[in-house]
């Protein structure tokens, strides 16, 4: 356990040792990321089993005293940080490997793989920060790597303008989290966890404080998770490469904010209203980004909303005081949406294509890859017995005796609209008849999906109601004060989820593979909904108008306040300068004669005041 | 009125007009001939004032040596005849402090009277100035000659005309 | 006993002083600037040689002084027309107010 320190050490070295090396290492920055990952994988996997063992641990050390304020750095394993350690340096690791394959072509592939270190380095440091300016600390690092990766195209125009706008709409999040850790600072004196929920729980904190708080950090996690109404940033960050999507924008970064609530839950715990508010954030994001994917067109940004919409559903359980629900999903989550990225890469790196209406039939081409995806696929639908549905399940029984029933039914349809829009991307993709050649993909990038493939399918079993409950019951040995809710669910709710799941399934299979139903019934029926959708709810109009326009507008009359009056003042004050150093130019003219003049009427003016005050008159 | 204030009146009349002449004539030349007649003044007032041997050396070096040195610059100088005037504006700002200033110190020495008075400054002056700068001041007596002859080699060389360098 | 007041000199000298210190600081021609300097360091003497006689501890001091300044004085002008000669070499000038710089 003292060596937890190595794991984000050592994809700090790969960075560094790949970004130093570059032009040497060149392709081979590829294997040494890899190791250096896989090393951090495994000194992962050994703290899980240690803190099975030996409970928590914390290591904390004065980084700087100023008067009466210290500030501490260290490391922490509770099992949320394990876990959360060992999903990060697993994608990241099977990511890295995945990489070799899909980037070789690339000529600046070390960077990419550097990027990939500094990413991993960022985010296992974060999910290890016990105290508030630590995680923030880090939580602004993979944001960099999340700018530098998107952007990693950046001679492309989009990859530009997406890697902005990710920056930029996570900031105004961030902004949010930083209030709210001075807020923190200011009300509890401490910036460490146990410090913070301690004075939380002794009341030091007023409960209106503790909402705005909770609410204020809670705006960060929105950012970062891309709930709405700060989302529209997800979607077009899938101009990065793509197994840059799989690792920061499926399974790990923007799982953070989910993360960042799931550590502060005690305080959201202590205030109702805060719970509401990510409750239905959570909820209406969940549906909101599900009926997106129903109409996108391109694979990537289906599975972006799917990342959006499940990222809502997790946010809903924690609202729901379901944490074992939500840090569940969370886990199921980032295997099989992994998979499903690392499985549209493995497509677009073969057919060179994204719009799913030109591709078709790959499944007789990509027979490993069409099958990986139909696992995550079915695992994401929540498919009996699949990871997806356990973790689904438990977030429906989490809503639904939390007596929050609205959000229960929009859950449900959610889970519907998840498995329709799924398959409709697979059966696109994969069924029919082929269009264009396409190549099966190298091992490098199988094997990664194939593990991930196996945990997509099989990790829904670490929680059931049926053979045990092993991650709650672990998770209940956190070191904060967290109310576990242990929620038996009623026995028709994973029936009836089921029972949608596979409606959505059957109804997609109905629409594109037998076409019983035409394509177009819901289009032909009901234009204007279909244009509403395909505009994503005209949300990014709408903040174009609003905000971008606005600030236009605001900056204009700004810009002219500074040509005319900042500067027009500048000018005369140089004017006023200007006058003065001519007239002192006229005074140092070189004539000796003006100067004892000068000298003379000082003289004049010394014995002038002795005479007025007196003198030696008196 | 007794004698010695007739002489003062007459020798202070001499020295301010040679004075005013010397600000007023504007030929260079006439300029330095009033100002011998204010040395010439100066000379008798210190004859009132008992001496004889300062006012001598009064005569000799100023009305004297410094006056043809001056004659001297001013053959040397081209002068145009008429000298130019300096403008009225600053005339005048000079001219009202210096105004200010004598005001100020005529009102501070117009009836300043230390009480006593040395009688014997007449008695063989010559002599006791003698006797004053070879015995106490016979040190700053030396440090003036080194003076003098200082300024004479420097007034040499920067008179000098500068042929080598011209030659260049 | 003279009947003559102090002040009749230092008023003297106070007049001689302030017409020097005019000329010094308005007359255009560099000579009559030297000969108003002269003027000024004329008006000291005058002061210096008075209070030789009426001042407190009166003593022949004061005249021994006044033939240091005149010393002084007449080095002062040596030099002072040398300087002058050597910059109307130079420029060509005499006039003040064309020589207002340290260098050619």
């Not at chain 1, 974060?126 to 001679?155: D, H, K, R, T």
């Not at chain 1, 242990?486 to 989820?497: D, G, Q």
Request: hydrophobic residues 55%.
């Amino acid at each position: 356990m003292g060596y937890v320190w190595l794991i984000p050490v050592l994809p700090l070295l790969s960075f560094l040792i790949i970004l130093f090396t570059r032009p040497v290492i060149y392709k081979k920055a590829g294997i040494v990321g890899t190791l250096f990952s896989g090393a951090a994988f495994v000194g992962s996997l050994i703290v899980l089993f240690s803190h099975f063992q030996e409970g928590n641990y914390l290591v904390e050390a004065n980084w700087l005293s100023i008067d009466a304020i210290t500030l501490t750095v260290g490391f922490e394993v509770n099992p949320l940080n394990a876990l959360m350690l060992v999903i990060v340096t697993l994608v990241s690791f099977l990511v890295h490997m995945y990489s070799i394959g899909y980037m070789e072509d690339d000529e600046r592939i070390a960077t990419f793989f550097a990027y990939l270190g500094l990413f991993t380095f960022s985010m296992t440091a974060l999910v290890m920060s016990p105290n508030l300016l630590q995680i923030y600390f880090f939580w602004e690092l993979v944001g960099v790597c999340s700018f530098l990766l998107v952007g990693f195209y950046f001679y492309k125009p989009e990859a530009k303008a997406a890697a902005k706008k990710a920056f930029i709409v996570t900031r105004i999040g961030d902004v949010g989290l930083l209030v709210a850790i001075f807020l923190l600072y200011w009300q509890a004196g401490t910036l460490e966890l146990d410090g913070i929920f301690s004075a939380a729980e002794s009341g030091a904190i007023t409960p209106t404080m503790i909402t705005i708080i909770a609410i204020l950090i809670f705006v960060g996690a929105v950012g970062k998770s891309g709930q709405f109404p700060l989302h529209t940033w997800l979607p077009d960050a899938m101009e990065g490469p793509t197994p840059v999507s799989a690792l920061i924008h499926a399974a790990t970064m923007v799982a953070a904010g989910v993360y960042l609530v799931a550590v502060m839950f005690p305080l959201f715990l202590a205030s109702e209203a805060a719970m509401t508010t990510v409750a239905i954030t959570g909820g209406v994001t969940a549906i909101f980004a599900a009926t997106i994917a129903l109409v996108q067109n391109d694979i990537k940004r289906i599975l972006a909303y799917s990342t959006i919409s499940q990222l809502g559903y997790m946010m809903l359980a924690l609202g729901t005081a379901g944490y074992t629900a939500a840090v569940f999903h969370l886990t199921t989550h980032a295997f099989f949406k992994a998979l499903l990225f690392l499985a549209a890469g493995s497509v677009i790196h073969a057919a060179h294509e994204q719009n799913i209406l030109k591709l078709g039939g790959l499944g007789k081409k990509l027979k490993g890859t069409a099958l990986l995806f139909l696992l995550g696929s079915l695992a994401l639908s929540g498919f009996p017995l699949f990871s997806g549905f356990f973790s689904k399940d438990e977030i429906l029984a989490s809503a639904f005796s939390d007596e929050r029933y609205i959000l229960f039914g929009l859950a449900l349809f959610t889970a519907f609209l998840t498995s329709f829009y799924m398959f409709r991307l697979y059966f696109l993709v994969f069924a029919g008849e082929g269009k264009g050649g396409a190549k099966e993909s190298p091992r490098t990038m199988l094997i990664p999906m194939a593990v991930l493939a196996v945990l997509a399918v099989f990790s829904g079993f670490i929680q059931t109601h049926w053979f045990g409950t092993f991650l709650g019951d672990w998770l209940e040995t956190t070191p904060y004060p967290v109310i576990f809710s242990s929620v038996e669910a009623p026995l028709w709710i994973p029936i009836l989820a089921s029972a949608l799941s596979i409606g959505g399934i059957a109804l997609a299979w109905l629409m594109y593979v037998k076409q019983s139903v035409p394509h177009n019934w819901l289009y032909g029926s009901i234009k204007e909904v279909h244009q509403v959708l395909d505009r994503k709810y005209y949300i990014d109009e709408i903040y174009q108008g609003v905000f971008v326009k606005g600030l236009f507008v605001f900056s204009y009359f700004w810009s002219y306040f500074d040509r005319f009056i900042v500067e027009g003042t500048a000018a005369a004050m140089r004017g006023v300068v200007t006058q003065l150093g001519k007239t002192g130019v006229k005074v140092q003219s070189g004539q000796v004669q003006t100067y004892g003049a000068v000298a003379f009427s000082g003289l004049v003016i010394v014995l002038l005041v002795i005479a007025a005050l007196g003198g030696y008159f008196q | 009125m007794n004698g010695e204030l007739i002489v003062f009146v007459i020798l202070f009349l001499i020295t301010i007009s040679g004075a005013l002449f010397m600000l007023n004539l504007s030929k260079v030349v006439h300029m330095v001939m009033a100002l011998v007649l204010t040395f010439l003044g100066i000379a008798g007032l210190y004859v009132t004032l008992a001496a004889e041997f300062v006012a001598v050396v009064q005569i000799l070096i100023y009305s004297g040596a410094i006056t043809i040195i001056m004659l001297f610059g001013i053959m040397l100088t081209k002068h145009s005849d008429e000298e130019k005037k300096t403008s009225f504006a600053k005339k005048g700002i000079v001219l009202s402090g210096i105004a200010i200033f004598f005001l100020i110190m005529f009102s501070a020495i117009q009836n300043l009277s230390l009480g006593s008075q040395a009688t014997t400054l007449h008695e063989n002056n010559t002599e006791q100035i003698g006797i004053m700068l070879f015995t106490e001041y016979v040190i700053p007596f030396e440090l003036v000659s080194v003076v003098l002859l200082v300024a004479l080699v420097g007034a040499v060389i920067l008179a000098k005309r500068d042929d080598a360098k011209e030659g260049e | 006993m003279s009947s003559i007041p102090l002040s009749a000199y230092l008023v003297t000298a106070l007049l001689l002083f302030c017409m020097g210190l005019y000329g010094a600081l308005t007359k255009r021609n560099a000579v009559i600037v030297l000969i108003s300097i002269e003027l000024m360091l004329n008006a000291v003497n005058i002061n210096l040689v008075a209070f030789a006689k009426y001042g407190v501890g009166a003593s022949i001091r004061g005249q021994v002084f006044s033939l240091f300044t005149i010393t002084v004085a007449a080095a002062e002008a040596a030099v002072g027309l040398a300087i002058l000669i050597a910059l109307y070499r130079n420029r060509g000038t005499v006039n003040v107010d064309e020589m207002n710089t340290l260098k050619k």
